[in-house]
């Protein structure tokens, strides 16, 4: 186990860099300075901004410094909120990203799990064609138009609850973020947990202990549940990358003060510098949590090691 | 050939299958046509009609935007971007990944377990913050859009297409083919590639939905189709910053995108359970 946990540690410092070294080469190519505008800067002004930040070395010189930096956690200053570097502005927006997150994974475990075991057990009757039809909708209809439907039921017709996440102190401001991002992963939890419940109940070692008298209960329980679980764990890695994404599109609609929003006012500011350090943040987050759902993995089921 | 008339007798067997494929043809034929007949364009705005509900009378069936532009004539114009742009990324997505599989699957070996070790790689990559860096480092051009959409979504296709490779390549006609000489090139594009039509199209009926789903997601935060055109991303956006004043601006654009992508799901999961009966998500 120690020896697949530090192989598959060692594996993502590649995958890292090479993402880090993409992200930087395409902000670097990208066409104009980050302080050209249509006011003409005197030369020796507009040389002294340059060398403040680095830009009057070479590329390999700047990349050498960036990963320097990234290393430290110090991504570099931020081109428009000029007081702030843009380690800075993340750190204090990701609380609020995580604990929207991690809430709408609880709940899509929760829910997704639930409804997938009660689908499969009661497969082909009118429930299992509840849930089934239900994931579908859930997979096909994106965070980007659920969240705004709901918005406009809950919160501007119905008024139960606020429309934005800064309109309210209380824990309601929570309740429609999470359920958006968590709708699109409770519907591939459920379709995952009633495929794989219904593989495992078609397996040999599952009839012999049908074949033995046990009720249907029991054999979920002792038997079918935990290797049935194997495939939604290797989903946890897809679905931390979707919730990120999600997350995004969250917290424009609802105002919440995360991570996803910088991104959105970086990139309407061009303020290349912040949209390269999220950018960098949200890679090394998906590579570190795939990292933990592959150790998670082998942890649970040893044939994964030995490979 | 052969391959991809059995798969269109058996979907029509399929009522699932065939309803969603009708849907979708009705949907696209009336995109196009819309424009043909509605004396509204998409873009015109007219200031003494703003904000007009939805009305059987009035000429503004969908209502108007706060402009005053003619709401269905905007949801059709979305429409077609939006289908436009799918159909063409996952055609370059398509191109990619038949090409990489079919390489990967037939070469096999070393070679095959290198290239498919770059799409496990490749697979963990959070993509879509890449397309909005480059979004913001290049500006917003329709053809970047298409190119970063397709050149993301090839995974699946590169996956699906080299397991087939590798079951047809140990059939006796290729076999034949390699005996009397044929190049490793001419069997992979003259002999594998054709037999390969059924899968990929029901692959691509799965991946089109997974690239309207990526362009409206830029175009929603701004990032991917520009005003004056709009797609249904854009569309939905505009309702969002609208939707106390005009909730229509906001359901009818994000209802018609929801219709869409159900019917491409049902469409290409209902395909594959016709050619891959135990494929699951």
Sequence with gaps: MLRYAFARILGAIPTLLLVIAIAFLMVHAAPGGPFDSERVLPPDIKENIERAYHLDETLPQQFYRYIKGVVRGDLGPSYRYRDFSVSELIAGAIPVTMRIGALAILLALIVGISAGLIAALRRNTVLDRLVTGIAMIGISVPVFVFAPLMVLVFAVTLKWLPASYTGSDGADRLLLPVIALAMPQIAFIARLTRASLIDVMNSDYVRTAKAQGLKTLSIVRYHAFRPAMLPLISYLGPAFAAVLTGSVVVEHVFGVPGVGRFLITASANRDYTLVLGITVFYAAMVVFLNLVVDLLYAFVDPRVRTR | ?281
């Design chain 2, 1 to 281: 050939m052969s391959a991809l008339s059995s798969l269109v007798r058996h979907a029509r067997s399929s009522r699932a299958v065939t309803v969603c494929a009708t849907m979708l043809l009705v949907i696209a034929m009336i995109s196009l046509i819309g424009p043909l007949i509605s004396n509204h364009s998409y873009f015109a705005a007219d200031f003494d009609n703003r904000m007009l509900a939805p009305t059987m009378t009035g000429g503004h069936f969908f209502g108007t935007d706060e402009l005053g532009r003619d709401l269905l004539a905007r949801t059709l114009s979305g429409i077609r971007v939006t289908l436009l742009v799918a159909v063409i990324a996952s055609l370059v997505s398509l191109g990619i990944g038949v090409l990489y599989g079919a390489v990967a699957g037939y070469i096999g070996g070393r070679v095959d377990g290198f290239m498919m070790r770059i799409v496990d790689g490749l697979y963990a990559l959070p993509f879509i913050f890449f397309v909005i860096l480059l979004m913001v480092a290049f500006g917003r051009s329709m053809l970047l859009i298409l190119i970063a959409i397709g050149a993301i979504n090839w995974l699946d296709m590169a996956r699906i297409v080299r397991g087939q490779t590798i079951s047809l390549k140990q059939r006796a006609f290729v076999d034949a083919a390699r005996l009397i000489g044929v190049s490793t090139r001419g069997i992979i594009f003259r002999h594998i590639t054709p037999n390969l039509l059924g899968v990929v199209v029901v692959y691509m009926t799965l991946a089109i939905p997974q690239a309207i789903l990526m362009e409206s997601f830029l175009s929603f935060l701004g990032l991917g189709i520009q005003a004056p055109q709009t797609s249904l991303g854009a569309l939905v956006s505009d309702g969002v910053s609208q939707m106390e004043q005009a909730s229509w601006l906001l359901v009818i654009p994000a209802v018609a995108l929801a219709v869409i992508l159900l019917c491409f799901n049902f469409l290409g999961d209902g395909l594959r359970d016709l050619v891959d009966p135990k494929g699951n998500t």
